[in-house]
C-alpha cells in the first residue's frame, strides 16, 4: 500500500507563492496518474493539475482558475510530486491533497490519497 504525504502548505498573501510537496512511499513510475486536488468546506473536491500517462502521451490538465498560476510536476528518482503556485489568491485558500493512480488491476483500484495540507491565502 502507498502512502503520500503532503508538505508546503501554510499562510501566505496574496500574490504570493507556495509550493507543494507529496512524497510517496513507493514508486510513482507505474502510476497512470498523478495529481492535485482541492476542497474548502461546502464545496466538492476538485480537481487542480494532473499528470496522465498513457498511449497518446503524457498530458496535463489545469482547472481554469488556476491556469497560467500554478504548475504540476514530478520527480520520479524522489518518489515525489510537485505543485509550484504563484500568484495566489484569496479563492485558492483550500486543504491540498496529493493523489496517485496507479491503475485497475482485476476489478482492484489502486487509488491513493495524502492526508491534505491546508493552503490559506490573505488578501
Known amino acids: 500500500q502507498v502512502q503520500l504525504v503532503e508538505s508546503g502548505g501554510g499562510l501566505v498573501q496574496a500574490g504570493g507563492s507556495l509550493r507543494l510537496s507529496c512524497a510517496a512511499s513507493?514508486?510513482?513510475?507505474?502510476?497512470?496518474?498523478v495529481g492535485w486536488y482541492r476542497q474548502t468546506p461546502g464545496k466538492q473536491r476538485e480537481l487542480v493539475a494532473s499528470?496522465?500517462?498513457?498511449?497518446?502521451?503524457?498530458?496535463?490538465r489545469y482547472a481554469d482558475s488556476v491556469k497560467g498560476r500554478f504548475t504540476i510536476s514530478r520527480d520520479n528518482a524522489k518518489n515525489t510530486i510537485y505543485l509550484q503556485m504563484n500568484s495566489l489568491k484569496p479563492e485558492d485558500t483550500a486543504v491540498y491533497y496529493c493523489?496517485?493512480?496507479?491503475?485497475?488491476?482485476?476489478?482492484?483500484?489502486?487509488?491513493?490519497w495524502g492526508q491534505g495540507t491546508q493552503v490559506t491565502v490573505s488578501s
Open positions: 493523489n496517485a493512480d496507479f491503475g485497475r488491476s482485476r476489478g482492484t483500484q489502486f487509488n491513493y
Open positions: 513507493g514508486s510513482i513510475l507505474s502510476t497512470v496518474a
Open positions: 499528470i496522465t500517462s498513457g498511449i497518446s502521451g503524457i498530458i496535463m
